[in-house]
Structures are given as structure tokens and as C-alpha cells.
């Protein structure tokens, strides 16, 4: 039976309500529960959970929905109960941050009058006015929010461009900015490398090497995924190549981008090419055959990271950063347990572990999206989680590890499967201790395998630094304690995976030529507002997930909060009239 508690006017972001349906699943006599807001979307996702009510159906999007399928009324009220007392905590813990919170624009920017960034995290129907309002009161806007309409992302870079302004994203997940990290970022050591990335579990994996090899990050400037895709023309990347060409504190460039389009990614390098700094690229799914000039070609994030330490540090640079002895004893498998289950929680390193896998296969190296796999083919599979199929409704996997738990049993069920294939993500916005909350998962699926005559490996990475808030080295002693093979990085646990179960990857091995002169002639310079910007700490009026700001806070940026509620209860047709007549 179905029961539906509306709480008027009652706004929590996303991932609160999220994280609150996790912790209120659990309770005993409950078949399902779904706590959100009432927005059209959302009212969707309410529909396919087969959660859809009247009363649902009449809430307006400022309203908080609470529906519950159970046959004991006196669940409900110990649901009820848990809710009032989650948000009664979350309102003591945020009253005690200190932290300075307005409820309009012109409150915010009179609190912070020296804002430089706008950080927007609101839903995305809702996400493109409010970086508009961003821009025109001079702000750069780090854009986290997804689900933003592609004429809207064009329309908001261009207006950025003309204006002297960056916007990084929409569905920007992470970035650095002079040490403050962003959204979902490790904390890294500062440095002279400087990065431009259309990928954010691309720029971790990429950082964090950096961090872990001694060298640091100047900028690690996030573009979202799309910024190399035609209709956008890569306009946010080619700002902040300019930005860190310009920038005193940084002496290596590198670039970071899932598959481009073809026009825009060679505009990219002829912009590279034209540059006075050393450059190394990855353009995933790419497999480069030689450097050229100033622009170091890398198959691979990790190769990408140590190309650019080797260039800071004023090293040679190696012909082959990938080979290795990836051989594991006592990996013997039975007949038939040849398949790899990716079961990825970064979006990027799925790609990457799609890359290699097809390319071992001699399938090239092209990577597909169906339903989130990546690659589906022959036994191996490598899902991205993070895919919109797999978070509606429910938290990101590097939140929370329910997702993941159910495909690590499905994959120890499949009789083809030799490896199970795992990323651990660290850092903020991250699970407190992801290792340990999927352990019993893991544990269960080997045993399964044990009993039905398999041995079933794991093999994992962690991406992650020392000073991240979790336990970087703790994290890798809880998963090799339980018999986890642990690599260095992703590319590494791929090809470990590979060989156990005998396949193997040929590598390049790239030599060193002279570049063709540019066909065309750029301008290099950046403009007045992004040099300042990339010159001093953001200064930030974060707009949406007050999570984001603790990172803020920790690493020394000024942050005012800007205590976003839809307009007009989320009226759609009245927020129309009410913005026009402003």
C-alpha cells in the first residue's frame, strides 16, 4: 500500500534527499520508499519505481514528497520520524559551520563583494538562468549542475567568451583552482603543471599520479564532457589553454578529453602547437604513434601524468611509459572464465578500461554508450555507473555503494567471468570509507564463485592522494587484506586484468619528431578577467549543494552560500513571467 506525506515548501538539494532515502531503505516492514522533491522529473522517476500518486502528482516542485509502500501504518510514521530527525541534524550541523548564508543574488554578491566564481549545483532546468545572472554580474561560472540543454551550454560560452569570462561545464565535476578543489576533487600538492580537462574522473586519475609522483597542479580547469563536441567548438578549453599559456606559475600544460570531434580536436592541437610551453594530450580512444614538437601524445591517464612529471622535472622523456610486467601468480582460472566485468564508478577510467580492453581484443579502440556500457563484447563488459541510467533518483556510486553491490553480484553469477575490475575514487563529495562499504559485497561474490567450483579475482585501483579526507594508503590496505590485487592506477589494474585472463596489449613506442608549422596563426593572449581569475584564489558564491563548500572552506577560498529555492515554488509558466518582468 502506498503513502504520501507532501511537505510543503520544503526545499533539500538532491543529494541530501538522496542520501536520506538510503539511510531511511533500511528500516524493517518497508518495500520501498522514494524521497524527493516534487518536480516534473522527478514525478517521472517516482512513476517508473512504481511510486506515482495523487497526491504526488498535485505537489509543486518546492515540496518536499516522502512516498512510502508498506502495509504497517506504524512504518510510516517511523519513517516520518527518521526524516524530521535527519533534517533536524542536517539544519544544527549547517547552523554551526560558520558559514554565511543569503537567499538572493544582490545578497550575495553584497556579502562577498569581491566574488569571482559562481559555483551553480541547482537542477538543470533551472541551472542555465542562474548561470546567466552569474556572467552578467561578471562572475566565471564553474557550472556542476547536469541535464542543461546543448543550445543553452553554446548560448552560455559564447556570452562567456565575449565577456572575458569562463564557463567550465555543465556537468563539471571537478576541477583545481589555484590548490582549492572543486566539486568532486582530491586534494594535490600545488606545482607547475596546469590542465585543461573535458572529463573528471580524468583529471583525478591525471592529478593524482602527479600528486603521488612529487610533482603538483597549478589549475586543473574542467570544461564538461561536451566542450569538444561540434556544436560547442571547444570553447572553454581553447580559454583556458590561453589562461595557463599566460600563467607564470605554470610550466607544462597537459589536455584531457574523451573522444572530440575530429574539426575540433585538430583546432585544439594546431592551438598547441603554437604554444611556448611544453604540452602533453590525451584524446581518449586515440592511440598515438609519435610526439610531435611540443605536444606529447599519450594513450593512456597515467601515461599522460608521467609524461608531464618527466617534463617538469627536465627528465627524457621515455618512449614507452606503459610497459610492465602485469603477470599475477596464482591467477589461474577454469576453462571458459575469460570475460573482465568492469564495474567502474568514474565515468572517464571506464572509458579508458573500454579502450584498452577493445584494443587487446584488436576490436581498435572506439567506445560506445548503451545503457552505460561502454564495452559489451565477448564476455567482458565495462559499465560506467555514473550514467544517467544508473542515478536517477538514486546517489552517484562514488557515494554510495548500493549500485555497484548489485552488479558485482550479477558479475560473480556469470560463469564467464575471471575478473571483476573496480575503481575507488577518494576525495571530497566521495564515500567516507568506500573500500570497507563494499567489502561484504565483494566477499560474498568470491565466495559465491568458490562454491560453485570458480576462482573469481578482483582487481581494483584507488585514485586518491594522502591528504585526501579519506585514508589513501588505508583504503589499499583494507582491499589487499581481502585479497584484492591493487595497482598503482587504472591502466595498470586493466592490463593486470588482461593478462590473467591472457590477453595483452602492443604498445607504441613513440619517437620524438619535428611538428608542421601551424597553418594558421592564434591569439594567444587572455583576456584581462580570466588572467586575474587564474591569479588569485576563487572567491566563491556557491549556488545550490552546500556539501561543496567544505572543501571550499578547508583550502582557504572565501565562500558566501547563496540559499537557492526554485522561483515561483517551481512554477514553471510564473518563473517564465516573473523573469521577463525583471
Known amino acids: 500500500m502506498l503513502h504520501t506525506i507532501i511537505k510543503k515548501n520544503s526545499y533539500q538539494d538532491s543529494i541530501n534527499l538522496m542520501l536520506l532515502t538510503n539511510a531511511v531503505s533500511s528500516m524493517d516492514g518497508l518495500n520501498k520508499v522514494q524521497i524527493m522533491m516534487a518536480t516534473p522529473s522527478n514525478k517521472d522517476i517516482f512513476k517508473d519505481a512504481g511510486l506515482h500518486t495523487e497526491e504526488l502528482e498535485a505537489a509543486e516542485s518546492n515540496d518536499m514528497a516522502i512516498v512510502i509502500d508498506t502495509e504497517n501504518e506504524s512504518t510510516v510514521d517511523e519513517v516520518l520520524e527518521k526524516v524530521d530527525q ?18 538572493t543574488w544582490d545578497r550575495a554578491k553584497n556579502t562577498l563583494p569581491n566574488a569571482n566564481m559562481a559555483m551553480i549545483s541547482v537542477p538543470g532546468q533551472y541551472a542555465a538562468e542562474e548561470a546567466d545572472k552569474a556572467l552578467d554580474m561578471g562572475l566565471h561560472v564553474f557550472l556542476f549542475s547536469d541535464n542543461v540543454p546543448m543550445e543553452d551550454e553554446v548560448r552560455l560560452k559564447k556570452k562567456a567568451h565575449e565577456k572575458g569570462l569562463l564557463v567550465m561545464g555543465p556537468d563539471c565535476g571537478t576541477g583545481i583552482l589555484d590548490g582549492v578543489p572543486m566539486a568532486f576533487a582530491n586534494v594535490v600538492n600545488k606545482g607547475k603543471i596546469g590542465i585543461v580537462g573535458a572529463s ?13 609522483m612529487g610533482e603538483g597542479v597549478s589549475h586543473a580547469i574542467g570544461t564538461g564532457g561536451r566542450d569538444l563536441k561540434d556544436p560547442v567548438g571547444a570553447i572553454t578549453m581553447m580559454d583556458g589553454i590561453r ?39 590525451i584524446f581518449l580512444g586515440e592511440k598515438p604513434e609519435q610526439h610531435e614538437g611540443n605536444v606529447y601524445q599519450a594513450y ?21 611509459y606503459n610497459a610492465g610486467d602485469y603477470a599475477v601468480e596464482g591467477t589461474e582460472l577454469q576453462e571458459g572464465q575469460t570475460g573482465i566485468k568492469g564495474l567502474f564508478s568514474g565515468g572517464t577510467l571506464a572509458s579508458e578500461a573500454a579502450v584498452l580492453i577493445s584494443d587487446a581484443l584488436g576490436l581498435g579502440s572506439a567506445i ?49 567471468t575471471g575478473v571483476i575490475l573496480l575503481d575507488f575514487v577518494l576525495g571530497y563529495g ?40 579519506q585514508d589513501y594508503e588505508g583504503h589499499i590496505n583494507r582491499l589487499k587484506d581481502a585479497g584484492i590485487i591493487v595497482k598503482d592506477n587504472n591502466n595498470e589494474a586493466v592490463r593486470t586484468a588482461l593478462n590473467i585472463v591472457g590477453l595483452e596489449l602492443k604498445d607504441e613506442v613513440k619517437k620524438h619528431v619535428e611538428a608542421e608549422a601551424p597553418q594558421k596563426t592564434f591569439d594567444l593572449t587572455a583576456s584581462e578577467q580570466i588572467n586575474a581569475f587564474v591569479n588569485e584564489k576563487p572567491r566563491v558564491i556557491n549556488v ?27 512554477n514553471e509558466k510564473m518563473r517564465k513571467i516573473l523573469s521577463l518582468l525583471k
Open 243 to 281: 589562461a595557463l599559456e599566460n600563467h607564470n606559475q605554470t610550466d607544462i600544460i597537459a589536455i584531457i578529453s574523451k573522444p572530440p570531434a575530429k574539426e575540433v580536436r585538430n583546432e585544439v592541437v594546431e592551438l598547441l602547437h603554437s604554444l611556448s610551453k611544453p604540452v602533453v594530450t
Open 430 to 469: 566521495s564515500h567516507e570509507d568506500m573500500a570497507s562499504a563494499l567489502l561484504p559485497s565483494i566477499e560474498k561474490a568470491v565466495n559465491h564463485a568458490k562454491t560453485q567450483g570458480r576462482k573469481l579475482h578482483v582487481v581494483a585501483s584507488v585514485c586518491g592522494t594522502k591528504n585526501d579526507p
Open 368 to 416: 560506445t554508450n548503451e545503457d552505460g556500457y561502454v564495452l559489451k563484447r565477448d564476455g567482458h563488459e565495462v559499465v560506467d555507473l555514473g550514467d544517467d541510467k544508473y542515478t536517477q533518483g538514486k546517489p552517484h556510486p562514488m557515494i554510495d555503494p548500493e549500485t555497484r553491490a548489485k552488479f558485482i553480484a550479477q558479475a560473480a553469477e556469470d560463469e564467464k
Open 86 to 103: 535527519y533534517l533536524k541534524d542536517q539544519s544544527i550541523s549547517n547552523s554551526g559551520s560558520g558559514l554565511e548564508t543569503v537567499r
Open 544 to 570: 545550490g549543494l552546500k556539501s561543496f563548500t567544505e572543501a571550499l572552506i578547508n583550502n582557504g577560498a572565501s565562500v558566501v552560500q547563496y540559499d537557492w529555492r526554485p522561483i515561483a515554488g517551481g
Open 300 to 320: 593512456t591517464l597515467a601515461e599522460t601524468a608521467k609524461i608531464a612529471v618527466d617534463l617538469a622535472k627536465g627528465n627524457e622523456i621515455k618512449e614507452d
Open 200 to 212: 573528471g574522473t580524468g583529471i583525478q586519475e591525471v592529478t593524482t599520479i602527479i600528486d603521488r
